[in-house]
């Protein structure tokens, strides 16, 4: 059973507009959430994470958020440019550094 | 500069041969991982070790086992290739937190991955 869920195989966004990559949970014992970004024929790389305990966590053009009591997070990036077209993967560690990713969503930038 | 280098980008094999994925990372990193990566399922994981001769499954262990003898290298292991283990593999590494003493997972590395075919 899916423990981190990405409901939106895809998401296409007008470059200058926010993206919204959004992200469901089932287990209460992760305590730390993740962003991943990859790129075709690379590995994924590290964006940007938040600890169970907050709320929001922000990074540049980049902000997550994290609602506890709805197992949700979500993923801002403002403005979005040409670059950020690529696939992002939301993730969530365990307390024994077990890392579960999602299935990704494919974000297209439009010129 | 961080690395994490897996030994092969392209493997074809055949069914029922015995297939050898390696990685090594050279972060002194206690944490290794090995994910699959497919089209609509996401990177899954398949084992996890946080020591040498340590290992925990992951969300997929059929199919496959691991070893890892050294600290910087960890190695996946197709007893027997099927096709349905056609895939994109995916090495990682990571601090393990408890030693480092800090209470955040570390930054996850990639390896560039290995994409293996079953004939």
């Known amino acids: 059973d899916q423990q981190v869920k990405q409901n939106s195989p895809s998401l296409s966004v007008q470059e200058g507009r926010i993206s919204i990559l959004n992200c469901d949970y089932t287990n209460s014992m992760f305590d730390y959430f993740l962003w991943y970004k990859k790129y075709p024929a690379e590995g994924p790389t590290f964006l940007i994470s938040i600890s169970s305990i907050k709320d929001k966590n922000e990074d540049g053009r980049f902000t997550v958020f994290l609602n506890k009591s709805a197992k949700h997070l979500s993923l801002h990036i403002v403005p979005s440019q040409p670059g950020d077209s690529a696939v992002y993967f939301c993730?969530?560690?365990?307390?024994?550094?077990?890392?579960?990713f999602g299935k990704g969503t494919r974000l297209h930038i439009l010129p | 500069d961080v690395k994490v280098t897996q030994s092969s980008r392209y493997l074809v094999k055949r069914t029922g041969e015995k297939v050898f994925l390696e990685c090594v990372q050279d972060m002194d990193h206690e944490n290794m991982f090995w994910y699959r990566q497919d089209p609509g399922l996401g990177l899954r994981l398949i084992y996890f070790s946080y020591d040498v001769k340590m290992k925990e499954k992951g969300d997929i262990p059929e199919g496959y086992s691991v070893s890892r003898e050294k600290k910087e290298r960890f190695s996946l292991i197709l007893e027997s290739a099927s096709t349905n283990q056609t895939s994109m593999y995916l090495c990682a590494s990571n601090t393990r937190r408890a030693l480092a003493g800090v209470i955040s997972p570390g930054e996850l590395f990639f390896g560039e991955g290995s994409r293996l075919t079953v004939l």
């Open positions: 993730a969530a560690s365990l307390r024994d550094d077990k890392i579960i």
